[in-house]
């Protein structure tokens, strides 16, 4: 792997680091010596993870409990990081909604858009200023294999994560010329704790293999620097070219809403809390 510390800096700022594909950017950023900014709401998930990866590696990283749903929370971390040495910032956490969108809350659908948009734009725009001004940074948003088409039953979801992917892929172009590497992940189904407790939806009921978490953090390190968006894992390239390039719009969301129908439940749809 290339020397992300050298070329970008001392320390990562990784968001939804306290499980799933967070935790794995942690891990694997750690592991090439950059410290990680821990950022997530479960303070003694961080705390713990802090600890191991210092173990582990020597790296100087640090917790930060924080709700990036609350009211001036991207400030707040911009402020809890400033005089640090930041060179990469991952713009991961969020979580996996589903059900038909006129029965979930309102207020839930919002904090979707909100944590899934909002959140990385601000992101985006504090680190990426501030990248472009010193001539070198990098910036990961992390979409989804689904955000080349409208998908029933994910329905905001799938249009945040596509708003991710057109905003990822248009800054990597504006910020190329200035040092700044700007990169969109595309996971598919990917073995975390989000996946296993959505909301509104049985991923047990839907076929194809799920990914580890750590591939979908190698496929996006691994890419940086070189292209503005990467989809790990074949069956995705599959998914995304199909949707892109070769079924229409209405196909592919006729597709969509045919293989998630069978896999809805029942239950009450609350969007997931911290703990
Ligand atoms: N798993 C998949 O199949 C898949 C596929 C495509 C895209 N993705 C995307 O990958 C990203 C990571 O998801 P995952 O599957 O790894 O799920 P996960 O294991 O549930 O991780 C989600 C992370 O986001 C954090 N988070 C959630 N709400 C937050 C808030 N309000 N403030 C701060 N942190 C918050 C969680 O930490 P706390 O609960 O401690 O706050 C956790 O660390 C998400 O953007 C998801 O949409 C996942």
Redesign the pocket.
């Known amino acids: 792997m290339k020397d992300l510390r050298t070329q970008y800096g001392q320390y990562a700022v990784v968001?939804?680091?306290?499980?799933?594909?967070?935790?794995q950017f942690a891990r694997r950023l750690a592991a090439a010596g950059v410290n990680v900014v821990l950022?997530?709401?479960?303070e003694e998930?961080?705390e713990a993870l802090a600890a191991e990866l210092s173990r582990l590696h020597g790296t100087a990283n640090i917790p930060l409990a924080?709700?990036?749903?609350?009211p001036g929370?991207v400030d707040d971390l911009w402020q809890r990081v400033a005089g640090l040495d930041v060179g990469i910032v991952v713009a991961?956490?969020?979580?996996?909604f589903a059900g038909p969108l006129t029965a979930n809350p309102l207020a839930d659908e919002l904090?979707v858009l909100t944590?899934?948009t909002a959140v990385p734009l601000r992101m985006a725009h504090r680190f990426g200023r501030a990248f472009a001004a010193r001539g070198r940074g990098a910036i990961v948003l992390?979409?989804?294999?689904?955000a080349a088409s409208a998908v029933p039953y994910e329905a905001n979801?799938a249009a945040a994560?596509s708003y991710v992917l057109s905003l990822g892929q248009a800054l990597h172009h504006e910020l190329k010329g200035d040092g700044v590497d700007v990169l969109v992940v595309?996971?598919?189904?990917?073995?975390?704790?989000?996946?296993d407790?959505a909301p509104g939806i049985d991923?047990s009921r839907l076929s194809g293999a799920?990914?580890p978490?750590a591939r979908?953090a190698d496929a996006a390190l691994a890419g940086l620097g070189r292209r503005a968006h990467v989809v790990p894992g074949a069956m995705n390239v599959l998914t995304d070219v199909l949707t892109k390039y070769v079924l229409p719009r209405r196909l592919s969301a006729r597709m969509y809403a045919a293989i998630l129908r069978p896999a809805l439940t029942a239950e009450p749809r609350n969007a997931?809390?911290?703990?």
């Open positions: 968001t939804g680091a306290s499980s799933g594909i967070g935790e950022v997530a709401r479960r998930r961080l924080l709700d990036l749903l609350a929370a991961n956490a969020g979580f996996y904090d944590l899934h992390v979409s989804s294999s689904i979801y994560k595309s996971p598919g189904q990917t073995q975390t704790e989000g996946l407790s991923f799920k990914m978490p979908v997931p809390s911290a703990g």
